[in-house]
């Protein structure tokens, strides 16, 4: 079985950055692909990034340029940089795994099997 953990949400004021993690479990981002995913209140969760357990990421367009999604096989972890946060990008966001498949991995909600209980980011204006 899959555990992802995630960390590193917060407040922050518009313009700023910040670096998400998920902790997962042993040789689990070294395989599969992975996933982060955010969810604003009201609103559906939403795809923004994905890597290949070759680290070939894969950005939503409305993200692109400001997300930066990362692995590290050492520590079995993820990560997301996020910068020039802008109130639009608060919201719980969450890391998942794709234990189907380590390469050409997509941002469709249904092709994930694991999930992290979440991390919230709010950015102030």
């Known amino acids: 079985r899959v555990q992802l953990v995630e960390s590193g949400g917060g407040s922050v004021q518009t313009g700023g950055s910040l670096r998400l993690s998920c902790a997962a479990s042993e040789y689990t981002v070294s395989t599969y692909c992975m996933g982060w995913f955010r969810q604003a209140p009201g609103k559906e969760r939403e795809g923004v990034a994905a890597?290949?357990?070759?680290?070939?990421?894969r950005y939503a367009a409305s993200v692109k340029g400001r997300f930066t999604i990362s692995l590290d096989n050492a520590k079995n972890t993820l990560y997301l940089q996020i910068d020039t946060l802008n109130p639009e990008d608060t919201a719980m966001y969450y890391c998942?795994?794709?234990?189907?498949?380590?390469?050409?991995?997509?941002?469709?909600?249904?092709?994930?099997?694991?999930w992290g209980q979440g991390t919230q980011v709010t950015v102030s204006s």
């Open positions: 890597i290949s357990s070759a680290g070939i990421p």
């Open positions: 998942a795994a794709d234990v189907d498949r380590g390469h050409y991995c997509y941002l469709l909600q249904s092709d994930y099997d694991y």
